[in-house]
């Protein structure tokens, strides 16, 4: 029988996960894209925490304008303003299963553009 689309994103999740662990020192920032939003965080595993977080649907960011990824670019950003002022500056990207590109790509590069390190 054929998978589902959200059956085969679920498999590759499981497979980079296997691989991509956030410890202190080298957090994970993990991905998590929806048809009108995109959420990213911040995630310590060994103790089970989260650092920060920042999503299209924070005050700041959903009252831009813009495309879905000019958005997710502003997340990115976002999301690393609060890692760097959290004190993380290194992180593990955890793509969630999804392509790397359009959102989780901008995303990603936004939070470079902002001063993480990955």
């Known amino acids: 029988m054929a998978l589902t689309k959200n059956q085969r994103r679920q498999r590759i999740k499981n497979r980079i ?3 991509v662990s956030g410890t202190e020192a080298r957090p994970r ?4 894209r929806s048809n009108k939003e995109i959420y990213a965080q911040i995630v310590d595993d060994v103790n089970g925490t989260t650092i920060s977080a920042a ?6 960011i959903s009252s831009a304008k813009g495309t ?8 990115g950003k976002t ?3 609060r890692a760097l002022k959290a004190g993380v500056e290194t992180i593990a990207f955890d793509r969630g299963g999804y392509l790397y590109h359009g959102r989780v790509k901008s995303l990603a590069e936004g ?3 902002a001063g ?3």
């Not at 920032?29 to 998590?32: A, H, I, K, M």
């Not at 879905?68 to 997340?75: F, G, M, P, R, W």
């Open 116 to 118: 993480l390190k990955f």
């Open 17 to 19: 996960r296997k691989i």
């Open 68 to 75: 879905k990824s000019e958005i997710a670019t502003l997340v």
């Open 79 to 81: 999301i690393a303003e």
């Open 29 to 32: 920032l993990t991905v998590f």
């Open 55 to 60: 999503s299209s649907r924070d005050k700041d």
């Open 111 to 113: 939070a470079r553009e």
